[in-house]
């Protein structure tokens, strides 16, 4: 598999997932034209993308839906409590309802959608299995629940939000009641959750972490690293190569 963040942040969130010929993505919440760019940009032409993934109804991972799937007579694939909450593409033909913990085929994946916990009707986290290796998208997740447990176990590459460090977010500009939801359950993923999530819940088979979702307010990139590489200084028997995904421009494009 090859994987890409097209973009990663609270101002919108776009991941890539796919193989020579074919792609999908998880989420669209950048612009149609920012989505064409940026999948040229890594040398995907839009048009190898078969099908839109949505985690969940927040405008920063569906605003570009509409425009790009209308544009090119894409699928948008959501759970039904996430489309009878949201707007997602006036071409009702396009929309496609999963089951939640039902595996679907699509092309050469298997992909297998799993609740988390965030304030939305019906959040998800995303397992694509090709070739016997399985890529994740876990973001927007208020704590590390079981299924947050059992995908990092899985999995030989994550997409993982590391949102906020607690220090900055507690000392930061946002009102009380935004920080309050931050920092709860059907918040956002600290730095240090994240961290330890990986540190108690990985195996040696995860290759790759994309830290995400990284707030530009109350967190720093290169803390988010250091935080997690720090941990898992405890792990004598992983060797994960830590990357960051930025909110203005892609990732490099990994092979799987």
Known sequence: MEVCSLASSSSGNCFFVGDKKTGILIDAGISSKRIVNSLLSIGKKPQQIKAVFITHEHSDHIKG??????????????????QNNSFLCSDSKLIKVFENNEDFKLGNFEILALKKSHKAADPVIFKIKSNNKIVSVITDAGYCCKNVHETIKDSNFIFLESNHDVKML?????????KNWIKSDLGHLSN????????????PKLKQIV???ISRTNNIPELAKKTLKNLLKERKDTNIDISLALDNQPTNLFVV
């Not at 507690?170 to 935004?178: F, K, L, R, S």
């Open 65 to 82: 839906v509409d425009v790009f799937c209308r544009n090119f007579n894409i699928p948008v694939f959501t759970n039904e409590k996430t």
């Open 170 to 178: 507690h000392e930061g500009p946002y009102p009380w009641h935004v």
């Open 192 to 203: 240090l959750q994240a961290s330890l999530g990986v540190l108690e819940h990985s195996t």
């Open 211 to 213: 830290l995400s979702h």
